[in-house]
């Protein structure tokens, strides 16, 4: 394999399951579940090296954080709203983070996990590129990290618009924040089956999740590092 063909086989087994789940509208059938297990399943059988795939496919891998970026583009566009609610988006994500990160200590605690694990577990409610950036700094395995933000994801985004359901969410911004939030880059594409400003304010959540977390890094995070046995 090469830089092209690593790359050329991942978007297409993606767009693939993209239309797959477009056509039955499965939720297993998400198409980072489906194109994550084609893509496993082909690594198994060809008898590819995981790391010769990696590094075949590191182009995809490198635009996660041009994409991120991108999102300033329907921000900008939605910026009146972004700050009539300012308030409520920063109470909201604060709290969400909060809740993310202490849930996901409690977990690592009840599994009994190594620090190591327990620290690549933290970060798992942002999206990925500052994820693995957070997970470095407080001596997390970036590796699992990113196992662990897919796995949230993927969840997040199948469960998401039920809960929304379920509860009668209505309010596009509350979606916006919820699926973002929950799930970051899978709540987004969710959020977009509802329409612009739920993607936006999505999105919104991812950055905002991502900002504040750094300030759990310096704070909350090394508190509950004291608090383990």
Do not use: C
């Not at 939720?27 to 060809?46: A, Q, R």
């Not at 409520?88 to 709290?95: A, D, E, F, H, P």
């Not at 897919?150 to 509860?167: L, Q």
């Not at 900002?211 to 508190?223: A, D, E, R």
């Amino acid at each position: 394999m090469n830089i092209i063909i690593g790359t050329a086989i991942t978007f297409i087994v993606y767009i693939l399951a993209k239309k797959a789940y477009k056509k039955w509208s499965f939720p297993f059938l998400n198409p980072l579940i489906v194109s994550t297990l084609i893509l496993i399943g082909m690594i198994f059988l060809i008898d590819i090296p995981v790391n010769t795939y990696i590094s075949d496919a590191k182009v995809i891998t490198h635009m996660l954080g041009p994409a991120t970026v991108a999102f300033a583009i329907p921000i900008y566009k939605h910026l009146p709203l972004l700050k009539k609610y300012f308030g409520n988006i920063l109470v909201s994500i604060t709290s969400g983070t909060f809740v993310a990160i202490i849930s996901s200590f409690a977990l690592a605690l009840l599994g009994h996990l190594q620090p190591d694990l327990l620290l690549s577990l933290l970060p798992r409610s942002i999206t990925t590129p500052v994820a693995i950036e957070i997970s470095k700094d407080i001596g997390g395995l970036p590796s699992l990290t990113t196992i662990f933000v897919i796995v949230t994801g993927i969840t997040g985004g199948m469960i998401g618009p039920y809960i929304i359901k379920w509860f009668s969410i209505k309010s596009p911004i509350a979606r916006g924040l919820a699926l973002g939030m929950g799930a970051h880059g899978s709540g987004t594409s969710a959020a977009m089956e509802y329409g612009e400003k739920e993607a936006t304010f999505s999105m919104i959540a991812m950055i905002f999740a991502a900002w504040i977390s750094l300030f759990w890094v310096n704070s909350l995070i090394p508190s509950l590092m004291n608090m383990m046995p």
